[in-house]
C-alpha cells in the first residue's frame, strides 16, 4: 500500500511539473475564461491559450475572429479581450512588500474591458494602457477601449 501512494505521489508531482502552472513562481496572471482560439507569443515562441495557463511579463496576446479571453492578474487586475485584438503587457509590477505597483499594456487592436485591481487602488498613476490613437490613464474601477485598424 505504501508502494502505491509513493507512486501515486510521484505521478501527480510529475504531472504538476508539465502543468501551465510548472512557471507559476514567473506568472503575472493566468488565463481563467477562453472562447475560440488566441495564442501568446512570448521571446518569439507562439503557443495556443488554454484555461488556467500561465500569463507572464512581455506577453502578446492575439484573439482571432470569435475568439475571447479573460485573464486575472495576481492583483485581481481582470483584462477581457474581445475578438480579433492584439494585446501586450509591458510592465507589470505587483509587490506589496517593496511598495511596487505598475501595470502597463498596449492594445493594438480590438477590444478590451478592465477592471482595476490593488495596483490601481495603490496606484493610479501607474496604471497606463497604450493604444496607435493615445494613452489612457486609470481613474476609475472599469472601463472598455475599442481599437479599429
Known amino acids: 500500500m505504501i508502494g502505491l501512494r509513493?507512486?501515486?505521489?510521484a505521478l501527480a508531482m510529475s504531472c504538476l511539473c508539465l502543468s501551465p502552472f510548472a512557471?507559476?513562481?514567473d506568472a503575472i496572471g493566468f488565463v481563467r475564461v477562453l472562447k475560440g482560439e488566441a495564442y501568446?507569443?512570448?521571446?518569439?515562441?507562439?503557443v495556443q491559450l488554454t484555461p488556467n495557463m500561465?500569463?507572464?511579463?512581455?506577453?502578446q496576446i492575439t484573439t482571432h475572429a470569435g475568439a475571447s479571453v479573460g485573464i486575472i492578474f495576481k492583483d485581481n487586475t481582470?483584462?477581457?479581450?474581445?475578438?480579433d485584438s492584439v494585446f501586450s503587457i509591458q510592465n507589470y509590477a505587483y509587490s506589496p512588500e517593496q511598495a511596487a505597483?505598475?501595470?502597463?499594456a498596449t492594445l493594438n487592436k480590438g477590444t478590451l474591458a478592465y477592471s482595476s485591481g490593488a495596483i490601481a487602488e495603490r496606484n493610479p498613476m501607474g496604471v497606463t494602457l497604450k493604444t496607435p490613437n493615445g494613452d489612457v490613464s486609470v481613474r476609475g474601477n472599469q472601463f472598455a477601449v475599442k481599437v479599429d485598424e
Open 101 to 104: 505597483y505598475a501595470f502597463g
Open 54 to 59: 500561465a500569463v507572464g511579463q512581455g506577453t
Open 40 to 46: 501568446q507569443s512570448d521571446h518569439g515562441k507562439v
Open 6 to 9: 509513493s507512486a501515486m505521489f
Open 23 to 25: 512557471h507559476a513562481s
Open 78 to 83: 481582470v483584462i477581457a479581450l474581445g475578438p
